[in-house]
């Protein structure tokens, strides 16, 4: 009877965490990928050999204990989780003390890349796996994968108490008027956070009564209500950015031997 052998080695042990990419501030969000699992399973097949299998998968178990962690680490932060995906470039599996070089092609799953290869095995490179399995550093595989995504980051942020009253505004004409000629701040550096300032302004300042409009005329001379109380105006510009990232998977590795 052929003896049964279960052993779990990991590359980066059962602690493994998720790749953080980007920790925003300004979004409040944590942008991070999963970490597969390689799985290895050596049949030994005695006088004929055996087979090595060899699968990248990712597991619902493992996404979730990745998922507490990151959420343990930042608090009150959203979770943004990027989907790795292949570069098109053949992976190459190495284990050189037993003879092993096969090169594969990733494929792309819903949660990430994937893989399954066999390799047949002559008796001593057999031997030579149950021998290896006992240690954690036998195989030390690199996996290539790309992620993309977008997010923003405040470049600048404006306050100033306004007292709307005093911007003598009656009428949308005057208004219009007004907002021509209104001066960006000195300490204000972009024309985004003058243009985000004064839209703010309009929202916060000024209020009209519904009337009939029948020409643009008449839109100019629709009256204009101030509010009395100081108002707090704001000025905001983001800068959006897409983000090509490349970074490498470092898996999980499970062994078993049959």
């Known amino acids: 009877m052929k003896k049964y052998f279960a052993l779990l080695l990991t590359l980066v042990g059962s602690w493994a965490s998720a790749a953080i990419h ?5 979004e409040r969000t944590v942008y991070y990928s999963l970490t597969p699992y390689l799985e290895m399973n050596v049949m030994d097949l005695e006088s004929d050999g055996g087979i090595l299998s060899v699968s990248l998968a990712y597991d619902g178990d493992l996404a979730r204990q990745e ?4 959420k343990a680490t930042y608090p009150g932060y959203k979770l943004n989780l990027l ?3 292949v570069t098109g470039a053949p992976l190459k599996v190495e284990i050189p003390s037993v003879g092993i070089s096969e090169e594969t092609v990733l494929r792309q799953g819903q949660a990430g890349p994937y893989m399954n290869l066999q390799i047949s095995l002559k008796k001593d490179q057999v031997a030579k796996l149950k021998t290896l399995a ?11 994968v790309q992620a993309n995504y977008s997010s923003s980051t405040e470049m600048e942020k404006f306050e100033d108490s306004v007292n709307c009253s005093e911007l003598r505004v009656n009428r949308i004409e005057d208004l219009i008027l007004n907002l021509s ?27 009209t009564e519904a009337s009939s409009v ?19 105006v704001k000025g905001l510009h983001l800068d959006r ?15 078993q031997i049959n």
Do not use: G, W
């Open 241 to 255: 950015q897409n983000h090509d990232i490349k970074f490498n998977l470092v898996p999980i590795l499970k062994v």
């Open 134 to 144: 006992k240690r954690n550093d036998f195989l030390n595989l690199e996996i290539p």
């Open 83 to 85: 989907t790795a995906q």
């Open 22 to 26: 980007e920790v925003n501030e300004y």
């Open 181 to 207: 000629r209104m001066k960006q701040p000195s300490t204000m550096r972009y024309d985004q956070t003058f243009i985000s300032y004064k839209k703010d302004l309009l929202q916060k300042c000024f209020e």
């Open 214 to 232: 029948k020409s643009f005329r008449d839109v100019l001379n629709l009256p204009i209500k101030s509010r009395l109380e100081p108002v707090v």
């Open 67 to 70: 998922m507490d962690r990151v």
